[in-house]
């Protein structure tokens, strides 16, 4: 077992926005006790002995939507499977605005957290209101001075473009605000409508209309543009960072690594086994309680499968993929592999070969989606 890092999912929200499709639920008359228990017990029968653990990230859904004392259970039951607490190098919990006061940030400071992940999403009061966020703009900034005073010093936003009827001036506006917030990163991301959400439904119904997908790209090259300028370092696609101050935990998921996933919905990768459980709380609880891990499916990676993940993920990343590192892991070079792909991509002036490593031109982070999916149809 290699794994390092931990993911837990906390599925609760005081409410659901019109765009999200992780496994959440309405907070409200929910087994929250329950299931904070049951996601105990799980995390001890996967982790029956204690981990060289590094990062851990409690996402959702809404961590913060949890009392302090349910929220502060869970942090406990987690820093439980490390070997040595105090050598976890990164412990983030996701914050929505407006719903973490001083005791909480308190708590978490206290017990070990050392980053935040906040769900900013836009400055725009129209446009939070179009995505069904329940906070203001003035309530984000808040709650990261909040944070700030709490004596968080890595702290990250997350922001959306792509949004319908948003303009580059509402963009423009939302990065200003964002750069003078003295954060140190950020997480953007364009808009995709997925199923069994609101906005599918209107979308269905002809009542929201994505944007032309040049004016998205236009959107990202000005963000790109405007957070470079700032001194932040774009490490991966959708993540920019002062110095430092890199997601380590989701360097996790690009780098093809391990990882438990613990929760109603999670996904986890381990012994070459992705794995992902039961999403509704009563069928999660429900295993729990008969003995049973709450597994819905599981799938052994195989050798083909982790050579194109290995590609596809690392790509990501402004440090690409490592020649030396690939070959170690497989015991063939990509170019053994993948060859006519990445001459192809290589031609197109999509892909960089360095010497040592493949990484995205300025023109393939534009196009990251149609290099990937070439990665995954040398076997079709």
Known sequence: MTASSIYVHIPFCEQICFYCDFNKFFIKNQPVDEYIEALGQEMKWAVPHTIPLKTIYIGGGTPTALTTKQLKQVIEDVKACA???????????????????????????????????????????????????AHSSQEAKDTVEQAKSAGFDNISIDLMFGL??????????????????????????????EEKTMFHNWYRQGKIHPLPED?????????EAKVTEAGFNPYEISNFAVDG???????????????????????????????????PLPHYIKAIDSGSFPLRETHQVTAKEKMEEEMFMGLRMKEGVSSKRFTGKFQQSYYDIFSEVIYELTEKELLHD??????????????????FEKFLLVYE
């Open 83 to 133: 070997a040595d607490p105090s050598a976890v190098t990164e412990f983030t919990v996701e914050v929505n605005p407006g719903e973490v006061d001083r005791e909480k940030l308190d708590m978490m400071k206290a017990c070990g957290v050392n980053r935040l992940s906040i769900g900013v999403q836009t400055f725009h009061e129209k446009l939070l209101k179009r995505i069904g966020r």
């Open 164 to 193: 319908p009827e948003q303009t580059m001036e509402d963009w423009q506006h939302s990065i200003t605000e964002a750069l003078g917030l003295g954060i140190q990163h950020i997480s953007a991301y364009s808009l995709k409508i």
């Open 215 to 223: 004016t998205e790209a236009a959107m990202y090259e000005e963000l």
């Open 245 to 279: 101050r890199e997601s380590e935990h989701n360097k996790t998921y690009w780098r093809n690594e391990e990882y438990f996933g613990f929760g109603a919905g999670a996904h986890g990768y381990i012994d070459g086994i992705r794995y992902a459980n039961l999403g």
């Open 354 to 371: 360095s010497g040592t490593s493949l990484h995205l031109t300025e023109k393939g982070r534009l196009l990251g989606n149609e290099v």
